[in-house]
């Protein structure tokens, strides 16, 4: 995701890990008990640990992968918001995007906002969206600290679960930037995204 917003202070990118923690334990205070149960479950289970945020439906294709779709490639993303105004944007019917899984700056919290069997608008390429797992990473392509140790760690474990998953090979051919997918128009994840150091993570992971 592209879309250009204003750099948020050091305190409101320390305050996204903990803003998020009580976003989703509030979701999940407001379901049903069975589905509190099912998402404890879900937790205790999921490698890394994830934090289920649905986006709106009608922001992506609810699909089969990988039974429809073989998963070919992950797609790696800078948001260019805030988590949680990245966040909004995904849960508004209105703005057609979306992506599986974001990172936070300031702890390397997982959301998920899309199943990864279904289908997330995020790569500007139906194919490569039909074939892909998209993951956003808070922060501004131009500014890399928000690059931190705990982002690069935590979605370097989220991307290598993913190719186990899949058979995904742990090559640069098939985790890509979004700047890499055919007929790109965004430049995410930039000059600054230290491609080296996090396939090395993702190899060691």
Not at 85 to 110: C, E, L, N, R, W
Not at 116 to 123: L, N, S, T
Not at 156 to 177: E, F, M, Q
Request: hydrophobic share 35%.
């Amino acid at each position: 995701m592209e879309t250009h917003g204003r750099t948020p202070s050091r305190r409101t990118l320390l305050r996204s890990g903990a803003y998020l923690g009580a976003a989703a334990a509030g979701l999940t205070a407001a379901t049903t008990p069975a589905r509190a149960d099912a998402r404890r479950v879900r937790a205790a289970v999921a490698y890394p640990p994830t934090h289920w945020i649905p986006a709106s439906t009608s922001n992506y294709r609810v699909s089969s992968r990988p039974t429809s779709y073989p998963i070919d490639f992950v797609v790696i993303h800078v948001t260019q918001e805030t988590f949680p105004d990245a966040m909004k944007i995904f849960q508004d019917p209105a703005k057609q995007v979306s992506t599986h899984y974001m990172v936070a700056s300031a702890d390397g919290y997982i959301g998920q906002f899309v199943r990864e069997k279904d289908v997330a608008w995020h790569a500007g390429n139906r194919d490569y969206n039909n074939r892909s797992i998209g993951i956003e990473h808070e922060g501004w392509v131009d500014k890399p600290e928000y690059f931190t140790d705990a982002l690069y760690e935590s979605s370097a474990t989220l991307t290598a679960a993913i190719c186990d998953r899949y058979g995904v090979p742990k090559t640069r051919t098939h985790i890509i930037g979004h700047n890499e997918v055919p007929n790109a128009t965004h430049t995410d994840p930039g000059k600054y995204w230290d491609w080296d150091r996090y396939m090395a993570l993702v190899k060691a992971a």
